[in-house]
């Protein structure tokens, strides 16, 4: 088009076509324009697919008797690296003392290794017990101080308004020290 109209019209022929040109790059650029941001934009994950993401944890450096949180799909994940008592005592534990009855050995995938959604099946506080100077409540796991519910060493509940266990998230292990949840 640009060139159509700058034959049509000889005479001031480079300062025309230097003025189309001029409007082509403005449109181009504005075209440009419009079509990155939707490609800029697809590039930040929607909150929904954030919502569906799986995360990859590394177990390397959690050593025995400690724990780590790591957030997925907004929730914390609790993974603790027990101890060789810590598992004997969530073994140990009468299923009949349980308020929601469930074997240890059902809600880990190897004996040490205990992986959690961190979150109070009361009213959904954040209980304590990953931080080594945190109360870990009188059954040695976690504690939610909103209302007083205790966990145990195996994240079930055995204290407290809590109606349920600390749910155990879809994971697997992906190496010998690597898990993916979700
Ligand atoms: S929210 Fe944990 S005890 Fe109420």
């Given at each position: 088009m640009a060139d159509s109209m700058a034959q049509a019209a000889p005479q001031d022929g480079e300062t025309r076509r230097d003025f189309l040109n001029l409007v082509t790059a403005s449109f181009a650029a504005v075209g440009v324009g419009a079509l990155a941001w939707p490609f800029i934009s697809s590039m930040n994950p929607a909150r929904d697919v954030l919502a569906l993401a799986s995360t990859e944890i590394d177990l390397?450096?959690?050593?025995?008797?400690s724990a780590v949180t790591v957030m997925w799909r907004g929730k914390p994940v609790f993974v603790r690296n027990r101890t060789a008592q810590e598992i004997q005592a969530a073994r140990q534990a009468?299923?009949?003392?349980?308020?929601?009855?469930?074997?240890d050995q059902a809600r880990v995938?190897?004996?040490?290794w205990l992986v959690l959604v961190?979150?109070?099946?009361?009213?959904?506080c954040v209980p304590l017990g990953q931080k080594p100077t945190d109360p870990r409540g009188d059954y040695g796991g976690w504690f939610c101080p909103c209302h007083g519910s205790h966990y145990d060493t195996s994240g079930r509940i055995r204290k407290g308004p809590a109606p349920a266990n600390l749910a155990v998230p879809d994971y697997t292990f992906t190496s010998d020290t690597q898990i993916r949840v979700g």
């Open positions: 390397k450096p959690i050593a025995t008797g009468p299923m009949s003392e349980l308020k929601d009855p469930q074997a995938k190897k004996d040490n961190g979150v109070c099946t009361h009213l959904g």
